[in-house]
């Protein structure tokens, strides 16, 4: 009976800690959240059917040269992940801006709503104007979703009015934001926070 007993106990542990691990069916495994704390060699052992593209850019509205990898390229579940140096090991920012397997552990995902963003911050957001590098920037003003490492970025559903265009953020009545349907276009994680 013990050894039952203990038999049964070590399947039970072992069940539980093999949940626990990123599989590729499970949110864990797109999470942008363990992307962000990974290096380049982790990355590549944990992801082996993903292409990958390597370069440096010029990233922060042209200011900051970094290297990056391109996670996935030219498919809709293109990773842009960018390092803090070109050894590759810390990341400093991981993002995306389309395809359905990304998402980040808060439950902000592209396509959701200002009215769910929201909700998920627990106080409504501001957004800053469109037409330039950080265009639909979301400021969460106290809430929730404040103090983590998450840059949502939304884009209108609907023709932009000349005022809302600029680097502030915009002035409106929930009535112009409920026109302009906000959605969530790209998020990123910012690991240098």
Known sequence: MRKIFLVLSMLIVAACNSSKKATSGSNAYYSMENIAEMSLDQIRKTYPDASFKNGVGIFEEGTVERPYTILYPETPDQLLITWQNEDRIKVYSVKYSE???????????????????????????????????????????????????????????????????????????????????????????????
């Not at 469109?130 to 559903?157: I, M, P, Q």
């Not at 932009?160 to 990123?188: C, H, N, R, T």
């Open 99 to 193: 395809g359905s397997k990304w998402s980040s552990n808060t439950g902000v995902k592209i396509g959701t709503s200002l009215e769910e963003l929201n909700k998920l911050n627990g106080k409504p957001v501001s957004v800053y104007g469109f037409g330039w590098d950080y265009s639909g920037a979301v400021d969460w003003n106290g809430g929730k979703l404040e103090n983590n490492k998450l840059g949502v970025f939304l884009a209108a559903n609907a023709d932009i009015p000349d005022q809302f265009y600029g680097d502030s953020i915009i002035e409106a009545s929930p009535e112009e934001l409920k026109a302009l349907d906000l959605k969530v276009g790209s998020i990123m994680i910012l690991n240098s926070k």
